[in-house]
């Protein structure tokens, strides 16, 4: 099993910045692939960034493209999603998400809530 834990969300004004963290633990040797989605009020859950546990081959939404940026730090095994330039149709409760292969999501985070003012 891998366990997944969000962190960094709140409440900031458009034009800002937030940096969210996904700390895993457990398995981690079994993740591929690590992603990050959001869920606005009303929508359907949408995929926003992902990137390879090894490191390397990223992938982002449109849009989010030039905004957010996937990292990870490796001695934490925490990966992190850079977001700049908020803006407030980017208010979502924002996921976390490791799959075992690219294609496959197989264990969730709890989530945390990214509200931008305008």
């Known amino acids: 099993q891998v366990q997944l834990v969000e962190s960094g969300g709140g409440l900031v004004q458009a034009g800002g910045s937030l940096r969210l963290s996904c700390a895993a633990s457990?398995?981690?040797?079994?993740?591929?692939?690590i992603r990050w989605f959001r869920q606005a009020p009303g929508k359907e859950r949408e995929f926003v960034a992902a990137?390879?546990?090894?490191?390397?081959?990223?992938s982002y939404a449109d849009s989010v493209k030039g905004r957010f940026t996937i990292s990870r730090d490796n001695a934490k095994n925490t990966v992190y999603l850079q977001m700049n330039n908020l803006k407030p149709e980017d208010t979502a409760v924002y996921y976390c998400?490791?799959?075992?292969?690219?294609?496959?999501?197989?264990?969730w985070g709890q989530g945390t809530q990214v509200t931008v003012s305008s």
């Open positions: 457990g398995r981690t040797y079994s993740i591929y692939a």
């Open positions: 998400a490791a799959g075992v292969n690219w294609v496959s999501i197989d264990y």
């Open positions: 990137k390879l546990w090894s490191g390397g081959t990223t």
